[in-house]
Nanobody, 113 residues
C-alpha cells in the first residue's frame, strides 16, 4: 500500500506560480501512473493532470499550457508546476495513485489578490 503526502500549497496572487510536490512511500517498489486532482468549494473533484510510469502526460483543457506534471521515479516524487494562476484555480489539490485508489490528504491553493 502506498501513502501520498502533498506539500507546496499556499496563497498566491493571480498570474503567480506555485509548485506542488507529492511524496510517495510504502510497500510499493515501483511508482506507477500518478494524477493530480482538485476540488473547488461547491464543485466536484476534477482531474487536473496525469502522468504515466513512462512519463506520458495529459491535462485538463482548463490548465493546458499553464500547468506541468512531472515525476522523479528515483525519489518517488511527483510534481505539479502551476504558472499563470487564476482565481478559478483555487481549490484543494490532491495527489492520487489511480492504480491503488490512494489519495493524499490534499493541499490548499488559493489564488487571490
Amino acid at each position: 500500500q502506498v501513502q501520498l503526502v502533498e506539500s507546496g500549497g499556499g496563497l498566491v496572487q493571480p498570474g503567480g506560480s506555485l509548485r506542488l510536490s507529492c511524496a510517495a512511500s510504502g510497500n510499493s517498489s515501483r511508482l506507477a501512473a500518478m494524477d493530480w486532482h482538485r476540488q473547488a468549494p461547491g464543485k466536484q473533484r476534477e482531474l487536473v493532470a496525469a502522468i504515466t510510469s513512462g512519463g506520458l502526460t495529459n491535462y485538463a483543457d482548463s490548465v493546458k499550457g499553464r500547468f506541468t506534471i512531472s515525476r522523479d521515479n528515483a525519489k518517488r516524487m511527483v510534481y505539479l508546476q502551476m504558472n499563470s494562476l487564476k482565481p478559478e484555480d483555487t481549490a484543494v489539490y490532491y495527489c492520487v495513485a489511480p492504480g491503488s485508489g490512494t489519495w493524499g490528504q490534499g493541499t490548499q491553493v488559493t489564488v487571490s489578490s
